[in-house]
């Protein structure tokens, strides 16, 4: 599995020109990013360290000296007619790691070969048979490639995705990347190959490109395995290609044969000397990488008691964890935070596509909603009305309450009251619960809450009803 991860930076990989996502076409440029003869690279030092952090978090061997080297090809959208890169098995910043996902409850480790950092290329867009326009702006942004060893410890689709979820966490927990794959900051492309079962040797290899989500990966992955055993079992060969692939159609297609390594005529780049990463570097760096996501679950697993289903969404991306953990800080009970997170704040920033930083209801708000809840001020019916309410509009619940008049009722006498009326109003379940038949009695404490608009308290509402029908 090669993944390419645009790194989180102001500025580019070898030159001072913005990174912003979303400007007007070819504006963020300049000599050096167009490839212009006689200008020098200068490399990025955050980008360096971001590539540092993530080797470290990967388990990776950090190379004394990082080399740059030429990676020579002819493409449209590559201004200088070679990407800068990393090349070899000793001068890449990382190699020989590890990560380790989580398939079936079982713990594995996915070999890594190297993390290593280079520059991103230009975007083509093609309009209309023939005619092209290509976008220079991200032309030289620091790109981080991460490739996982050989032979391969990933084995279907489903560990794929596994080694894909679990990596973006770890980038976004490092804040090296944003993780976004829609908006291409996160590109992954499998190599994939079958083999009859037992064998160890491996078949010829497919590449798959445009994969922009968890989905399309998964399903690109599952076709091409089948598509190749079509081919063996029918007695073809496999073609080694790069393929694309089609996510409305389903199914991928040949895009190029792919190119060996020789073609691209690697060589150290000259303009570039090589980065020496001493020890005290190194510590330092290794001293800003936080609690990993697995280590966290492991945690919330043995100190607060949680599910495996719950660790693994509060643990997903470093936002929710950090949300879960402010809302623990406040004094919600853990328990009690990942239920109202995990269920119905992941449901409504589904629903709304909402990013959980930017959410209007935040761990203060929930914090005293489960406050009011807890006193007995409100009802369980009317907290969840009060949750949708908070998220659109970002009102204390607290505020709502008094405002609205939400206050629950345990008054003895307005219970009665409410009570009584019910009873008046449905004769025939009251004569149903007098003979004998007293599982209608939720019924008749339903008519209290439609009764008081949700508001009377259900289990004082509950015992006053039963002695006015006793
Ligand atoms: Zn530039
Ligand atoms: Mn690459």
């Not at 989905?215 to 073609?239: A, D, M, N, P, Y």
């Amino acid at each position: 599995m090669e993944v390419h991860a645009q790194l989180l930076t102001e500025s580019k990989m070898f030159c001072a020109c913005p990174t912003r996502f979303g400007d007007l076409p070819n504006t963020n440029v300049c000599p050096i990013c167009l490839g212009m003869p006689g200008t020098l690279p200068v490399p990025n030092k955050k980008a360096v360290e971001h590539v540092i952090r993530t080797a470290l978090a990967l388990n990776c061997r950090i190379a004394p000296v990082a080399m740059f080297y030429r990676k020579n090809y002819f493409y449209p959208d590559l201004p200088k007619g070679y990407q800068i890169s990393q090349y070899g098995e000793v001068h890449p910043i990382g190699t020989r790691g590890y990560l380790e996902i989580e398939v079936e409850g079982e713990r594995l480790p996915v070999r890594i070969r190297r993390v290593h950092l280079e520059e991103d290329t230009g975007k083509l867009f093609h309009y209309l048979p023939g005619e092209s326009e290509v976008d220079f702006n991200r032309a030289g942004a620091p790109l981080m490639e991460i490739v996982t060893d050989f032979p391969p410890d990933l084995h279907s689709a489903e560990a794929a995705k596994e080694y894909l979820v679990q990596l973006r966490a770890v980038l976004t927990y490092l804040g090296v990347c944003d993780g976004k794959m829609e908006e291409g900051s996160l590109r992954c492309e499998p190599n994939i190959s079958v083999a009859p079962v037992g064998s160890t040797q491996l078949g010829v290899k497919t590449e798959l490109k445009n994969l922009n989500s968890f989905r399309s990966v998964v399903r690109g992955i599952e076709f091409e395995i089948e598509r190749q055993i079509k081919i063996l079992e029918s007695g073809g060969q496999v073609v080694q290609e790069t393929r694309g692939w089609n996510e409305e159609g389903g199914y991928s297609f040949p895009m190029r044969t792919k190119e060996f390594e020789q073609d691209y005529r690697y060589f150290p780049e000259p303009d570039i000397v090589p980065i020496q990463i001493t020890d005290e570097w190194l510590e330092s760096l290794r001293a800003t990488i936080p609690e990993l996501p697995l280590q966290k679950a492991d945690r919330y697993r043995k100190e607060y008691g949680l599910g495996a289903t719950e660790t693994r969404i509060l643990t997903a991306d470093i936002h929710t964890a950090t949300y879960f953990e402010q809302c623990v800080a406040l004094g919600i009970e853990p328990k009690t935070a990942s239920n109202w997170i995990t269920v119905e704040l992941q449901a409504r920033l589904n629903e709304t596509n909402t990013d959980i930083r930017h959410s209007k209801l935040q761990p203060a708000h929930l914090a005293d909603l489960i406050d009011l809840l807890r006193k007995g001020v409100i009802s369980g019916r009317i907290a969840k009305e009060l949750f949708d309410e908070v998220f659109q509009t970002g009102e204390m619940p607290s505020r709502i309450v008094q405002a609205r008049g939400l206050v629950q009722i345990s008054d003895e006498d307005a219970l009665r009251a409410a009570a009584r009326k019910v009873i008046a109003d449905n004769p025939d379940v009251v004569a149903k619960y007098r003979a004998g038949k007293t599982s209608v009695l939720g019924f008749l404490v339903g008519q209290i809450m439609r009764e008081t608009q949700g508001r009377a308290n259900p289990q004082r509402a509950s015992e006053i009803l039963r002695e006015e029908l006793n």
